[in-house]
């Protein structure tokens, strides 16, 4: 449109030019002109009301040209602050978008960092527990062979006390047995020296009877007679004595030689 407009403007200038040219080229008949001096004024008064008129009419078109190239300049300008303002409130909401992903991809990596510290921790809460169960499983077969050398040592002190038990028992009754071969021995050293005693005393008490034949007294005879009587009923029940110690000492003797041999 505005380039019509131009065409127009330059259509319309040359054609003053043209009537400008026409008004000014000499005639070169003076007749002719002078003739026709009064019928040119006319005629320059009708082209200069012409010219105001096409003057006027160009300066109307001109103004209403500009008056509608300045409302659509105005037009324009108003769409271009409205596109400047569209553009503005765009680039408003992109910078906001921008900062609001920027924001978010902030927090994505913040959490994204916050998870993979947490898997760490994981892992090594993770490894952590791993290693205590180990330990935990250590201990209890600790605490297993623990129990199981703590039964075995119950089962040998058991086993202990019962051969401490059975060895105080065997030594008690050697310790009986070693008194009874002692006192055995004692009474049958006693037995020995007792006898030998009593052969003494009845040897010479049977000397004492040869000699009571000599004695003329017969009171003294028969006191030496009766004493020598009662000495070896005296020896006799001695003798009888040793032989009971004797006897019960030989069965001692067979007694602990059955017992050796049912041990």
């Given at each position: 449109m505005m380039q019509e407009k131009e065409n127009q403007k330059n259509k319309n200038e040359g054609e003053r030019k043209h009537s400008r040219k026409g008004d000014v080229q000499p005639c070169s008949n003076s007749t002719t002109v002078?003739?026709?001096?009064?019928?040119?004024?006319?005629?320059?008064?009708?082209?200069?009301?012409?010219?105001?008129?096409?003057?006027?009419?160009?300066?109307?078109?001109?103004?209403?040209?500009?008056?509608?190239?300045?409302?659509e300049k105005e037009a324009r300008a108003a769409e271009l602050i409205l596109a400047n303002k569209e553009l503005i409130f765009q680039n408003a909401v992109k910078q906001y978008c921008t900062e609001k992903l920027l924001?978010?991809?902030?927090?994505?990596?913040?959490?994204?960092?916050e998870k993979e510290e947490r898997a760490?921790?994981?892992?090594?809460?993770?490894?952590?527990?791993?290693?205590?169960?180990?330990?935990?499983?250590?201990?209890?077969?600790?605490?297993?062979?623990?129990?199981?050398?703590?039964?075995?040592?119950?089962?040998?002190?058991?086993?202990?006390?019962?051969?401490?038990?059975?060895?105080?028992?065997?030594n008690k009754q050697m310790n009986h047995k070693k008194k009874l071969e002692c006192m055995g021995r004692?009474?049958?050293?006693?037995?020995?020296?007792?006898?030998?005693?009593?052969?003494?005393?009845?040897?010479?008490?049977?000397?004492?009877?040869?000699?009571?034949?000599?004695?003329?007294d017969k009171v003294l005879r028969?006191?030496?007679?009766?004493?020598?009587e009662q000495v070896s009923v005296a020896v006799k029940r001695a003798a009888a004595l040793i032989e009971i110690l004797s006897s019960r000492r030989d069965a001692g003797k067979n007694g602990r030689k059955a017992n050796a041999s049912i041990d």
């Open positions: 002078l003739s026709n001096k009064h019928s040119r004024k006319g005629d320059i008064q009708q082209s200069a009301e012409y010219r105001v008129a096409l003057i006027t009419q160009e300066l109307t078109a001109l103004t209403k040209e500009l008056i509608f190239q300045n409302n924001r978010t991809q902030q927090e994505l990596a913040l959490q994204y960092r760490a921790e994981l892992v090594i809460a993770n490894r952590e527990l791993m290693f205590q169960n180990i330990e935990k499983e250590k201990r209890a077969t600790d605490l297993v062979i623990i129990k199981v050398e703590h039964a075995e040592k119950e089962a040998r002190a058991a086993e202990l006390a019962r051969s401490y038990n059975k060895n105080e028992i065997l004692l009474t049958s050293g006693i037995a020995h020296d007792f006898n030998n005693i009593l052969a003494c005393v009845l040897g010479y008490n049977e000397m004492n009877q040869y000699v009571a034949d000599d004695i003329a028969a006191e030496l007679e009766n004493n020598t």
